[in-house]
């Protein structure tokens, strides 16, 4: 059944040079999640993800490769970003390059559309420049460089010397949204907290007109009234999220899909949060729902860098653990919102607690005592005590608070809430002895009727726990709660896993007695340390 309700999210587009890293593998996965989350529920869902493929930066990387920048970012988009949404089973609704026709066109129609309504005029400008970050740098980002760079001003982020730039170029009138945009802070529109104050303050100590083009380069897209120009590379970036949803192009998809909400990472939250909204404000266009600035990965105390060698790739892991395991470490181990450390330490003493030790165990013992107890039919319960209804309880709470959780984009707390369902059901196995209440009831001729009728409920409350458990984690780890569906033959006797609705996934007594249960090999098989 449809919401009514539309759900539109984005990841930020990335840089195609950059070799993925977990640092993106973190952000597309949970802004999957959200997304698969709302799609199952019901809501008119659409993700985006894609690449950022114009600028100085890419323009220089393609010359020293010795190939064309066209060719050059298809190559990487092909090689290294398409493989990293498969690896990691993320369901992303469409893919934007901002080389696409489709992009480039309606970016025009924006930038046309702002120029009209006077807010982009043409001036000079100097500043220092960082090809690295693709910005005239801040002075709160630029430090006096130290070593081989002693004497020169170079990026705070990249600790490489910047470029001193004069250039006659297009400006757009950021300073006068400063009002606007403040009162847009008022309503929540930056999250979580942090994220907020940080860009409070930024815009309370006021903002300048922003340099909106380029003509030392041709890279890029070309502003429409003025050929020499393109326009930089972060304005052509940010309009992605109206140009994929048919900004310019298909009035119909646009009035439906947008606004959307984003998720980026918090060193590009001004971008987002002032940059962006001033623009659509501009241009007569609704502001983002929302902007979430998640943390910063670190690696070793640090932010994962390539410079550094702190960059890890996604492969890496899920080779070893898997993707559904990637995913719930990086999803549940990280209070979302706020910075966070990995460590393959905590990897694998989690992938062991929680997953092989605790869901996995749970799915593999349930089914197994239903097919050596009930010969592999799910039994019909009994009489219900104090301690089956205290499960159903847990479930329906765990349902209600992790789309609660949901809601405010903290995904952990949401997992964290469903997995109390794993906690005690597997207390509630310790605690009833399945296979105390098999054997009593199987030690007279006649067998004991209560005993067996017992038996019954306990396993038919696991089952039905589980398959609570498969809906409501399945927008974590799709993998292994798609095998668990078809062990519990819910797939026959329920329907397909992706069809069921996410916010009914509390209520009790959807297993239907009677189902035939399959064979289940470990969701999460032993990995062996090195």
């Excluded at 990335?14 to 070799?19: E, F, G, L, Q, R």
């Excluded at 801040?138 to 470029?163: M, N, R, T, Y």
Aim: with cysteine.
């Amino acid at each position: 059944m449809t919401s009514g309700r539309s759900f539109y999210i984005t990841t930020p587009i990335y840089y195609p040079s950059d070799v993925p890293h977990i640092g993106h593998g973190y952000t597309t996965v949970a802004v999957d999640t959200l997304a698969r989350w709302h799609r199952q529920a019901g809501d008119d869902t659409w993700m985006l993800t894609g690449t950022d493929e114009h600028g100085q930066k890419m323009l220089r990387a393609a010359a020293a490769n010795g190939v064309t920048p066209q060719e050059w970012v298809d190559k990487l988009v092909s090689e290294s970003w398409f493989p990293l949404l498969k690896e990691l089973d993320v369901a992303n609704d469409d893919f934007i390059r901002t080389t696409q026709e489709r992009h480039e066109r309606s970016v025009q129609v924006f930038f046309q559309t702002l120029y009209d309504r006077g807010y982009i005029y043409a001036g000079e400008y100097e500043a220092l420049y960082c090809v690295g970050c693709e910005e005239f740098k801040p002075e709160a980002e630029i430090v006096d460089g130290a070593g081989e760079f002693e004497g020169l001003k170079v990026c705070a982020i990249h600790s490489k010397p910047l470029e001193l730039l004069q250039e006659k170029n297009y400006f757009f009138k950021l300073s006068e949204f400063q009002d606007r945009l403040l009162a847009l802070y008022e309503t929540g529109f930056v999250q979580p907290e942090s994220a907020r104050n940080e860009v409070v303050s930024f815009v309370t100590h006021g903002l300048k007109d922003l340099s909106v083009s380029r003509s030392t380069f041709d890279w890029g897209v070309r502003v429409p009234w003025d050929e020499s120009h393109v326009i930089y590379v972060w304005i052509d970036a940010l309009l992605n999220y109206v140009t994929a949803v048919g900004y310019g192009s298909d009035p119909e998809q646009f009035e439906r899909r947008w606004p959307a909400h984003h998720v980026v990472g918090k060193d590009i939250l001004r971008f987002h949060a002032v940059i962006w909204p001033a623009m659509l404000m501009a241009a007569g266009l609704e502001v983002p729902k929302s902007v979430f600035a998640h943390g910063w990965l670190l690696v070793g105390g640090e932010k994962m860098s390539k410079s550094k060698l702190t960059g890890i790739a996604p492969s890496e892991i899920v080779d070893v653990f898997g993707s559904d395991a990637y995913r719930f470490y990086f999803l549940s181990a990280i209070p979302f919102g706020h910075d966070g450390s990995f460590s393959w330490e905590d990897l694998s003493a989690r992938y062991q607690a929680e997953l092989a030790n605790g869901f996995g165990n749970l799915a593999s013992r349930t089914t197994a005592m239903i097919e050596r107890y009930c010969e592999g039919i799910v039994p019909v319960p009994g009489e219900h005590t104090e301690a089956d209804r205290e499960i159903q309880r847990v479930v329906a709470d765990a349902a209600k608070n992790a789309d609660a959780a949901i809601e405010r984009f903290r995904i952990d707390e949401a997992i964290d809430a469903i997995w109390t369902i794993v906690d005690e059901l597997n207390g509630y196995i310790t605690d009833n002895e399945p296979w105390a209440l098999a054997r009593r009831g199987t030690e007279s001729a006649e067998g004991d009727d209560a005993q067996r009728a017992r038996l019954g409920t306990v396993l038919y409350t696991c089952a039905e726990g589980l398959r609570a458990l498969a809906v409501l984690l399945s927008p974590v780890m799709p993998v292994a709660t798609e095998k668990l569906w078809i062990a519990l033959g819910a797939a026959e006797s329920i329907g397909r896993l992706r069809d069921q609705p996410l916010r009914e996934a509390g209520a009790w007594g959807v297993l239907t007695p009677g189902t035939s249960v399959n064979g289940l090999a470990p969701l999460f098989p032993r990995v062996e340390q090195a």
